[in-house]
T-cell receptor, first 111, second 107 residues
Framework: SQELEQSPQSLIVQEGKNLTINCTSSKTLYGLYWYKQKYGEGLIFLMMLQKGGEEKSHEKITAKLDEKKQQSSLHITASQPSHAGIYLCGATPWGDYKLSFGAGTTVTVRA | EPEVTQTPSHQVTQMGQEVILRCVPISNHLYFYWYRQILGQKVEFLVSFYNNEISEKSEIFDDQFSVERPDGSNFTLKIRSTKLEDSAMYFC?????FGPGTRLTVT
């Protein structure tokens, strides 16, 4: 299965500041997915990346996949309290939707 | 927008008891999954289900676990004889969409 390392493990940002989370894979990624989880709740799908160099944005969240398809970043611009939560990166092998997840990054946004 | 639902949201059971966790996946999806998240740990794959049969299972998914799609809509995870270490959040996924989870507490 895919081993995914996320960094940082946690971060605290002031409201309005930007933040970046990284996800690194031990193998070339076929599909890379970002999810958000509130503590004790389900996973909310954010974005999917499949092509090297791909970048997607939704509202203030941008995700990128590097050309080698082994590293992804999630960037939040002008963070708000609603961005607080645990961000998980997940990867799937070719031809399947079985996800292997990183350990997650806990984001706290201070007002 | 279609969503995955799970019941119950929280289940408390005694060690050795059987539990059934239920999921209603998105109707036109073909791939279904169960995952587990022990408190403070990673989300872990348990089993995948395609074309009405198990397509892959993890090492965690031992003989105590079983899955069924009894009526073409519901998708169930059964744990025959629960252990303390089965306490976790259990998530059903329909392709890449996750349900809200069932928190299982084994006492």
């Amino acid at each position: 299965s895919q081993e995914l390392e996320q960094s940082p493990q946690s971060l605290i940002v002031q409201e309005g500041k930007n933040l970046t989370i990284n996800c690194t894979s031990s193998k070339t990624l076929y599909g890379l997915y970002w999810y958000k989880q509130k503590y004790g709740e389900g996973l909310i799908f954010l974005m999917m990346l499949q092509k090297g160099g791909e970048e997607k944005s939704h509202e203030k969240i941008t995700a990128k996949l590097d050309e080698k398809k082994q590293q992804s970043s999630l960037h939040i611009t002008a963070s708000q309290p609603s961005h607080a939560g645990i961000y998980l990166c997940g990867a799937t092998p070719w031809g399947d939707y079985k996800l292997s997840f990183g350990a997650g990054t806990t984001v706290t946004v201070r007002a | 927008e279609p969503e995955v639902t799970q019941t119950p949201s929280h289940q408390v059971t005694q060690m050795g008891q059987e539990v059934i966790l239920r999921c209603v996946p998105i109707s036109n999806h073909l791939y279904f999954y169960w995952y587990r998240q022990i408190l403070g740990q990673k989300v872990e794959f348990l089993v995948s289900f395609y074309n009405n049969e198990i397509s892959e299972k993890s090492e965690i998914f031992d003989d105590q676990f079983s899955v069924e799609r009894p009526d073409g809509s519901n998708f169930t995870l059964k744990i025959r004889s629960t252990k303390l270490e089965d306490s976790a959040m259990y998530f059903c996924a329909s392709t890449l969409e996750f349900g809200p989870g069932t928190r299982l507490t084994v006492t």
